[in-house]
């Protein structure tokens, strides 16, 4: 992952969105990373990696009989299934 700092990225804020079809940037300020930019379709297979962790332990607890009260099998199975069809 690539650092650069904020003035940079704003300087070069064309090249900074075409590297991070690339890879994610991670952007600095005062020398601390602040944020980091990737492409979409990076976020977009994070995200569903994360719906799909948060359907496993769903599954999990069914199995043992246990439903957190936060969480709605039904309804991380249906965000699932929109991402997928985004995707």
């Known amino acids: 992952m ?8 704003k300087t070069h804020f064309g090249e900074l969105l075409d590297n991070a079809q690339r890879e994610p940037i ?3 300020k005062h020398g601390r ?7 979409t379709q990076e976020y ?3 995200k569903l990696m ?15 009989g246990q439903f957190a009260e936060n969480y709605s099998l039904e309804g991380l ?5 929109n991402e997928t069809k985004s995707s």
Do not use: P
């Open 77 to 81: 199975i249906n965000e699932l299934d």
């Open 44 to 46: 977009n297979e994070m």
């Open 26 to 28: 991670t952007i600095e």
């Open 2 to 9: 690539r650092n650069i700092a904020a003035k940079e990225a």
């Open 50 to 64: 994360h719906l799909r962790a948060e359907l496993a332990i769903g599954e999990a607890q069914a199995d043992r």
């Open 33 to 39: 990373a602040v944020a980091v930019v990737l492409s």
